[in-house]
């Protein structure tokens, strides 16, 4: 279902981008997603003080309540991942939260946006275990018995496939069907505000669907640290 | 955040995500076997091998759970 109205693809139209940015809401919320987290970001670090102040104390409850949350998942070999984990959770919440504002797009709501964040975070978990293990990563791979690789082999093959689909159409699916729902509710009784419950649990459910990516990840980058079973 | 309430969020995590991921893996399964199948030109054999090992797959992921879950 096409959206009635999107902001920003009447600002492309100013510059005569307006049938590509119609075909490609994501792209041009995920900048605006983008953006919105780098301003932030700017502001949070412009003024970092020993004794922190208003804004401070938000973004440091935050930050390092997460991070003691990863290593204690990981351990302490899982901090260095640790900025790639909270980028995806902020990029995800943002996109999320972004679909509740009307003439919006939410990003996480198209398989493409997903789809990359969950390649990143699975391949990410890759890498770490080739980092930490070396070539002996593969005996993740190859299950406990040596005669038996044969069969591991494909069947693990195919449950490290099924972590980067399950990201992507979790995450999709509820932000998707979250958008079709508002957008049937306002069509039916937009006039009797309808969709305001929906809307009210879709805060939630952002948060929520933000919380589980990001802790799946932690989860999988925690699996790839530890040794082969 | 509590270092209880942290363990209890990563296990609802872990377990809330173990249906789709049996799910997928199964279609994961049929899916490749029925990719090679066109690539070999053997028709049904390989579907049902790769559909047999996503099944394994998927019931793999739900022992691993089992043995997890003995822990409490």
Same mark, same amino acid.
């Given at each position: 279902m096409e959206h009635p109205y999107l902001f920003l693809t009447s600002v492309f139209g100013l510059f005569g981008l307006e049938e590509w940015a119609a075909h490609h809401p994501h792209v041009t919320y995920m900048w605006l997603a983008m953006i919105i987290l780098i301003v932030f970001g700017w502001l949070a670090g412009k003024s970092v003080s020993l004794v922190p102040e208003t804004a401070q104390n938000v973004f440091e409850v935050l930050i390092s309540g997460l991070e003691e949350f990863v290593v204690s998942i990981t351990g302490e070999e899982g901090r260095k991942s640790y900025p790639l984990l909270i980028s995806i959770f902020l990029f995800v919440l943002v996109g999320n939260l972004m =679909? %509740? +504002? *009307?003439?919006f797009f939410a990003p996480t709501a198209s398989v493409n946006t997903t789809m990359a964040l969950a390649l990143i975070a699975v391949g990410w978990s890759h890498v770490v275990g080739v980092w930490h293990h =070396?070539?002996?990563?593969i005996k993740h791979f190859l =299950? *406990? +018995? *040596? %005669?038996?690789i044969p069969l591991f082999l494909p069947i693990e093959l195919i449950a490290h496939l099924a972590r980067v689909l399950s990201l992507t159409f979790r995450l999709f699916g509820n932000m998707m069907g979250h958008e079709l729902v508002v957008l049937i509710l306002l069509m039916l009784g937009g006039m009797f505000l309808a969709p305001l419950p929906v809307m009210a649990m879709g805060v939630f459910v952002a948060l929520v669907q933000a919380f589980v990516f990001f802790l799946l990840s932690t989860m999988y980058i925690a699996g790839a640290i530890e040794e082969a079973h | 955040m509590k270092k209880e309430t942290g363990n209890n969020l990563r296990e609802l995590g872990y377990f809330a995500s173990l249906g789709i991921s049996v799910a997928l893996s199964i279609f994961i399964g049929l899916g490749l076997g029925l990719w090679l199948d066109k690539k070999f030109d053997t028709d049904p054999v390989l579907m049902f091998v790769g559909l047999g090992l996503g099944i394994v797959a998927g019931f793999s992921n739900i022992i691993r759970a089992g043995k997890k879950g003995k822990n409490y």
């Amino acid at each position: 279902m096409e959206h009635p109205y999107l902001f920003l693809t009447s600002v492309f139209g100013l510059f005569g981008l307006e049938e590509w940015a119609a075909h490609h809401p994501h792209v041009t919320y995920m900048w605006l997603a983008m953006i919105i987290l780098i301003v932030f970001g700017w502001l949070a670090g412009k003024s970092v003080s020993l004794v922190p102040e208003t804004a401070q104390n938000v973004f440091e409850v935050l930050i390092s309540g997460l991070e003691e949350f990863v290593v204690s998942i990981t351990g302490e070999e899982g901090r260095k991942s640790y900025p790639l984990l909270i980028s995806i959770f902020l990029f995800v919440l943002v996109g999320n939260l972004m =679909g %509740l +504002v *009307p003439s919006f797009f939410a990003p996480t709501a198209s398989v493409n946006t997903t789809m990359a964040l969950a390649l990143i975070a699975v391949g990410w978990s890759h890498v770490v275990g080739v980092w930490h293990h =070396g070539f002996k990563y593969i005996k993740h791979f190859l =299950g *406990p +018995v *040596p %005669l038996m690789i044969p069969l591991f082999l494909p069947i693990e093959l195919i449950a490290h496939l099924a972590r980067v689909l399950s990201l992507t159409f979790r995450l999709f699916g509820n932000m998707m069907g979250h958008e079709l729902v508002v957008l049937i509710l306002l069509m039916l009784g937009g006039m009797f505000l309808a969709p305001l419950p929906v809307m009210a649990m879709g805060v939630f459910v952002a948060l929520v669907q933000a919380f589980v990516f990001f802790l799946l990840s932690t989860m999988y980058i925690a699996g790839a640290i530890e040794e082969a079973h | 955040m509590k270092k209880e309430t942290g363990n209890n969020l990563r296990e609802l995590g872990y377990f809330a995500s173990l249906g789709i991921s049996v799910a997928l893996s199964i279609f994961i399964g049929l899916g490749l076997g029925l990719w090679l199948d066109k690539k070999f030109d053997t028709d049904p054999v390989l579907m049902f091998v790769g559909l047999g090992l996503g099944i394994v797959a998927g019931f793999s992921n739900i022992i691993r759970a089992g043995k997890k879950g003995k822990n409490y």
